[in-house]
Every structure is written in C-alpha cells, then in structure tokens.
C-alpha cells in the first residue's frame, strides 16, 4: 500500500480556504462597478456571472445571505437574483481520454434542524430529503454531471439521462468513455443495452437473482460474479467504487447532509455550486503534485 505524502495531504487541506480568481472576472467587475456609479434612475440590474460568483462565494465560505451582505452589501439582490435567475447546469469539465465513468446517488437533508426539534409541537416530524446523482470521471477525480430528484428519485432513471449527455459531449469532443461503473440499483437492461450498443464496458453490480440473458454484456458479469470465487470485483475494477463514496464522504464533512434552499430549483443551484466547489478542491491538489 502507498504511502501518504501528509506534507502534500496538509497542504491540499490548507489551500481549500484560498480562492483564486482571474483577472478577467477582476476587470468585469470593476466595469460593473463603474456603471453602477453612471446609474441614474432605476436600479442597476447586476449580470448574471456576478451572481454566480457571489454565490459561489456563500457557499465556499458557508456564509447565510446576511452574512453575505456584510461583503457586498446586496443581500436583497442576491436572494431575489438566486431564485429567479436561470443557468446551465454545466460542470464546464472535459472528460477524460478513454473516460471511466462511475455513477451513484445520496441523499441530503433538505433542513438542519436538531432532531430535538421533531418532539416539538407544530413542528412537522419530516420535512423529507433529496437524491443527489452524479457521474464521477475516475481519471480526473472530478464531478462531469449530476441531477438532483426527490426522495423517490430513480437511479437507473437518471443515471441514463446522464449517460446520454455525457455521451452526446464525448462526441462533440471527439473523446470517448471506455467503462461504465455502478452498483446494483443501475441493474436495468436498457442501460446494459445503451452501453453496449456504444461500444462501452458495463462494471455494474447485479441483483442477487439476476440470470443470463441475450444481454452478452451483462451475463458476462454473471458468469464473473458466478466462476470467479468473489474476485469478480477487482477483476471488473468494480471494486473502484470507494473513490465516489470518499468523494461523498468529503462533500458532507465540508458542507454538511442538508441544504439550507427550500425550494427544488433553489435546492439544485445551491448543489451545483457546491459541487463546483468541490471540483475546485481537485484542481488544487494538482497544485501540490
């Protein structure tokens, strides 16, 4: 087993507090900030890239919108521009050479109240929780897609919504994804039969009475899981997986299990911008490498 550089490690953990912003989003704001100076008569309306990324900053420094205010004065903005805005759920990430691609979900909380507060009276016992789904490129270590469904939110469902986008992009980019990881809630013959018609490996945990089928891709697993005496899962490179669950692992020690936004389009933007965050965290560990 490889032993951890903790100097690296340390100074990963170190950088996560800095932010690096580009001199192009500097310049933009100073012209923003200019107009707002010339602005006579009704109020400037502030675009929508500088929401963003005040928006990003909440969430990198887990601030309220009070305390947001506190740093650009504007709370009123911010909210309203937050909640009507509409955006790209683009995680703006190429995807890799030869992609491995893993899919999985977990749920978030959609309230951080104390469980004491559920024995209270008018308090209502649920308030529910949400299913975050994301495609994890493995080489990269980097989110490339996710959606966020309710509580009844079908993995399967929208791991193939994901799959279909993921695989229009690799084709813009003249780039391809080589395998498929997932457990077995992603068990379902129409993702074996998109996969395979594409060209791509299927790794995907099957259901404990799954039987051969005219689906080759899949009862090759079987036979696998069946003939291999339990070593199915590092032959395959199933066993892979743990890096998706320690990517989960690390959103909910930085960010907590539970959403502050109520509202389902509010909830997504606020994961989305999280999971940008997350993704940056990436981009700093190269820093040490």
């Known amino acids: 087993m490889e032993r951890r550089d903790w100097r690296k490690y340390n100074e990963a953990l170190v950088m996560r507090g800095e ?3 580009k001199k192009e989003i500097l ?7 200019r107009e707002v100076s010339k602005k006579r008569g009704r109020p400037y309306k502030f675009p929508t890239f500088l929401i963003i990324f005040f928006l990003i900053l909440k969430y990198k420094f ?15 903005t911010i909210w309203y521009r ?4 509409e955006i790209e759920y683009d995680m703006g990430e190429e995807i890799s050479e030869d992609a491995i691609v893993v899919l999985d979900s977990t749920g978030i909380k959609i309230t ?6 559920r024995s209270r009276e008018r308090v ?16 990269a270590g980097k989110i490339v897609g996710f959606e966020v469904t309710d509580e009844r939110g079908q993995d399967s469902k929208e791991g193939l919504k994901m799959l279909k986008e993921l695989y229009e992009k690799t084709k813009r980019s003249n780039k391809r994804i080589r395998k498929v990881i997932a457990d077995a809630g992603y068990d379902t013959h129409e993702i074996f039969n998109y996969l395979s018609e594409r060209c791509i490996e299927a790794v995907i945990k099957l ?27 590092r032959e395959l490179g199933y066993n892979k997986r743990w890096l998706i669950e320690s990517f989960f692992s690390s959103y909910k020690r930085f960010f907590g299990e539970h959403v502050s936004s109520r509202r389902m389009d509010s909830i997504k933007k606020e994961i989305f911008f999280k ?12 820093l040490t490498n």
């Open 112 to 117: 951080n109240r104390g469980e004491w507060m």
């Open 275 to 286: 999971l940008l965050i997350m993704n940056s965290f990436y981009s700093y560990n190269n």
């Open 207 to 233: 259901r404990k009475n799954a039987k051969l089928s005219d689906n080759l891709s899949r009862s090759r697993i079987i036979r696998y899981m069946r003939d291999s005496g339990g070593n199915w899962s």
């Open 82 to 85: 937050n909640k009507k805005m």
């Open 124 to 139: 209502s016992n649920r308030r529910g929780w949400v299913k975050v789904h994301i495609a994890y490129d493995l080489k």
């Open 62 to 76: 887990k601030l309220g919108y009070r305390q947001l205010e506190g740093f650009i004065r504007a709370f009123r």
């Open 27 to 33: 310049s933009k704001i100073k012209e923003e900030v």
């Open 19 to 21: 932010l690096w912003i």
